[in-house]
Every structure is written in C-alpha cells, then in structure tokens.
C-alpha cells in the first residue's frame, strides 16, 4: 500500500490543499509512476473550476506528467521500473470501436481523461493506464517534457491533420503557451511560418522561436497580408476571431484549423469556402502514434517549451500566475 501526498481542489473554484489518498494495489495494465514535474494547462484551471461541468471533487488537478516507473501491473510488458515516462490528457478508450481500431483513440466516444475520471499529477504519484504512458527520449529534460504532452501534442496533432509536411506557408495566430511550440515545430520542420500576434514584443519572440515573419494584429485583424497566400493557418488563442480575415489568406485548398476554444459561436460566410475549396477543422489532442512521433520529432529537431518551474508546494502562486497569463509560456511543477 502506497500514500499519495498530493494537492487537491475540494470544490469549485476553491484554493489547492494538500490532500492524501491510498493506492492498495495495480490493475494489470497499471504502472504506478513517482512524479518528477507536472506542467500546469489551462485546461487545468477550468476543471477546478468546474467550467466544463465534469469536475468531481476532491479534484487532483495535473496531465501534463513527467515521472519515474516505480512498479508495474501483471500485464505490463513495454515498461519497467526506472523507465522515465510521460502522460497527458487521456487516461483510457475503449479500443474496440472503429476509431481505436484505425489508430485514432484519441477520438473514442468512450475516452476519459486523466483529471476527468481519476487523480492527476499535482502529486507524489500517480496511477495511470501504462498504455497511456509514453517513454521520453533523453534529449527532453524532465522540466520540458510535461508541456509536450498535452500543448505539445495538441498543435503538432492539429498541424499533421491540417495537412502539414515541409515546404508550406503556415500561419499560426497567437504567441503563447501553444503557439510558441506550433511555431517551432512548423519552422523546424522546414515550413514558412508567419505568425499573427498582438504585441511587438511577441512579434520579437515569434521571430526567435522560428517564424520567419511576424503580422501585428490591430482590432482584432492583422495589419497586412502575408506575401503570398497560407496553405494553413493555424488559430491557437481562445479569443473570437474574424473568420472571414483569416480565410482570405489561406489559397485554394488551404485550411483553418482551431485548437484555441472560444465559447462564442462561429459564424461562417459560405462564399470564401466555396470559391478556393477552403476548409474549417478543429483537433483535439493526438493518437498514440501521434504522441510517439511527435515526442521524437521534439527530440530530434530541439523543440523545446519556454516553461518557468515551481516547486509543488508553491502550486498556489503558479497557478495564480497560468490564471493572469503571466507565465512565459508553460508552468511546470517540480515534485
């Protein structure tokens, strides 16, 4: 029997508190990990609030986790103790309906999420599916790792989905917690990245993350053209936007994808997708694979979040910090 130390939100809305509970024994597909950093999302902030109305309570907030194989269920064949692992979003589906069997469980009606149907990595440890554990390769530092696993994934994912490879014009709308990785791993990749931001200051920051150009935003439209049309744009901020403006920037075929949410409804002119065969689409997180592919691709080619660390017990000043937006870009826990 192993007790979990970890902070927990006890109501909606209600400060983080140290709270306990007890693992008696693993599942065979179980591991039990010890937590060495977990990354602090947004979508962290909303479950403690119970924005989505899916909180359950005590709520042990934490899915972008990096951490130590301690022990391993009976089933367990791809892992051992000392393995160093990471765990996002998504703590289980049902891999047996069509979108498990064609590799895309991320899509599964019957997924669940980590913080949605179990405890997460505000913690000593945590028990977790070892199937929805991902080993890292060494050249990711434990502090960057945790944001790949949820921010990370989210815009790479979105990025293959929309059609990108190498050798495309991509914009990416909004310079922070996921737009500075969409920039890096459409740049690296050997992709023309614009990027679309507010303030000179992340214009700046755009460029030295790899964008090859930076368009001011004004009134909530940019304040020119790109050079040439976008194959891609890509919108990562959560503000409604003009969706017009930006479909008029993509060329015939060209996509726009959102991972930002906006609770406000889109209102969608037919005309700007008819006349060049545009697309809107919007992405979740990855697949399995994706996560893999993703995880080396991050290794291989330098990609890194810019994070700023905390130590687990100053969990309340960070994430007063994720809640002013004055993080640049991800909060990380160190436990």
């Given at each position: ?26 599942q ?47 089933a ?68 960057a ?76 439209k ?18 409604p ?53 993703m ?30 937006n ?10």
């Amino acid at each position: 029997m192993i007790k979990v130390h970890a902070y927990a939100a006890l109501g909606p809305g209600q400060p983080l508190v140290p709270w306990s509970y007890e693992v008696v024994s693993l599942q065979p597909h179980e591991v039990l990990l010890r937590v060495q950093a977990c990354g602090i999302c947004h979508s962290d902030i909303h479950m403690i609030d119970n924005d989505w109305q899916m909180s359950r309570y005590p709520l042990v907030p934490g899915h972008e986790v990096v951490g130590e194989v301690v022990q391993c269920g009976s089933a367990v064949s791809d892992l051992s103790p000392g393995t160093r692992v990471g765990v996002g979003w998504q703590r289980s589906s049902c891999g047996r309906c069509d979108d498990c069997l064609r590799g895309q469980d991320h899509l599964c009606d019957e997924s669940t999420g980590l913080i949605t149907h179990g405890y997460g990595g505000f913690a000593s440890h945590l028990i977790v599916d070892s199937r929805y554990c991902f080993a890292l390769p060494a050249e990711l530092p434990t502090e960057a790792a945790g944001p790949l696993m949820c921010g990370g994934i989210t815009v790479y994912s979105a990025l293959r989905a929309a059609g990108m490879g190498s050798g495309l014009r991509i914009g990416v709308i909004g310079v922070g917690g996921l737009g500075h990785l969409a920039i890096q791993f459409a740049s690296r990749l050997g992709n023309h990245v614009t990027a679309f931001t507010t303030t000179e200051a992340k214009a700046q920051e755009a460029n030295r993350l790899g964008a090859h150009e930076a368009i001011l935003v004004r009134d909530g439209k940019p304040t020119r053209r790109p050079a040439r049309p976008l194959h891609i744009v890509l919108n990562t901020a959560p503000a409604p936007l003009p969706v017009e403006v930006y479909l008029d920037l993509l060329g015939s075929d060209g996509v726009l994808c959102y991972v930002g949410v906006t609770t406000a409804p889109l209102t969608v002119p037919l005309w700007p997708l008819l006349v060049k065969r545009r697309r809107i689409m919007a992405s979740p997180i990855g697949s399995r694979a994706t996560i893999r592919e993703m995880l080396e691709v991050a290794a291989q080619f330098g990609i890194r979040p810019c994070v700023e660390t905390f130590a687990l017990a100053e969990v309340q000043q960070a994430i007063a910090k994720v809640r002013q937006n004055a993080v640049r870009y991800r909060a990380v826990l160190l436990v």
